[in-house]
């Protein structure tokens, strides 16, 4: 089963511009941590960010997380071309030990 | 390090017939994870193991696929016989511990095509 849902389903921006995306999801988590996916390969991890955390920067990538809404947003800033690629939010709920992903978000960043 | 190895890239089987998929993870992953994702959708995870047992294994079609994980280390993935909704990319994923401190390392994946 799904866990989380990305908004939007997909996402064009031009190279230099901010890419956002959101992820909601249903139960307590333990963590949060969002992956890309190229076309036809695996996925690569990003960034993990623990229930107890607000905010997390990585590079160009910030997350936030609000667990009183159930919510997460992924910000690219400075968009580049190498950046086009599918993004999932995957979450590891309480009690659990298994990452639940969601439907993911398909970022096209144009030259 | 070296990444999570899958094999085969790519298969294609009438259905019916049946298939396995090879994976090797990270040295020294404890955690070991198959997923399954269809077109268009997020993955979802099929079994779970910790070492060479089973933690999770809840949507795993029992029916028809079945894995093993020797010696804690390879693991294989079998489906028999496939249907053509089996149609998929196979993610191998392995982790040092549950995914409570760090992310899973995914492999590329097997494409697998029933027909």
């Known amino acids: 089963s799904q866990q989380g849902e990305e908004d939007p389903q997909a996402l064009s921006i031009q190279e230099g511009e901010n890419a956002t995306m959101n992820c909601s999801y249903k139960?307590?988590?333990?963590?949060l941590q969002w992956y890309r996916q190229n076309s036809g390969r695996g996925l690569v991890h990003l960034i993990l960010?623990?229930?107890?955390?607000r905010e997390k920067h990585s590079g160009r990538l910030r997350v936030t997380l609000d667990t009183s809404k159930k919510s997460s947003s992924l910000l690219i800033t400075a968009s580049r071309a190498a950046d086009t690629a599918s993004y999932f939010c995957?979450?590891?709920?309480?009690?659990?030990?298994?990452?639940?992903f969601g439907t993911g978000t398909r970022l096209l960043v144009s030259p | 390090e070296a990444g999570v190895a899958q094999s085969p890239r790519y298969k294609i089987i009438e259905k019916r017939q049946s298939v396995a998929f090879w994976c090797n993870p990270i040295?020294?992953?404890?955690?070991l994870y198959w997923y399954q994702q269809i077109l268009g959708q997020g993955p979802k995870l099929l079994i779970q193991?910790?070492?060479?047992?089973?933690?999770?294994d809840s949507q795993l079609p029992k029916d028809r696929f079945s894995a093993e994980r020797l010696k804690g280390v390879d693991s294989t993935l079998k489906i028999q016989p496939a249907k053509l909704e089996d149609s998929a990319v196979y993610l191998c994923?392995?982790?040092?511990?549950?995914?409570?401190?760090?992310?899973?390392?995914f492999g590329s994946g097997t494409r697998l095509t029933v027909v």
């Open positions: 994923a392995s982790s040092l511990d549950p995914g409570h401190l760090y992310g899973y390392t």
């Open positions: 139960t307590s988590i333990n963590n």
């Open positions: 960010i623990r229930s107890n955390e």
């Open positions: 995957a979450t590891l709920n309480t009690g659990f030990q298994k990452l639940v």
């Open positions: 040295s020294g992953h404890a955690t």
């Open positions: 193991f910790q070492n060479n047992g089973v933690v999770d």
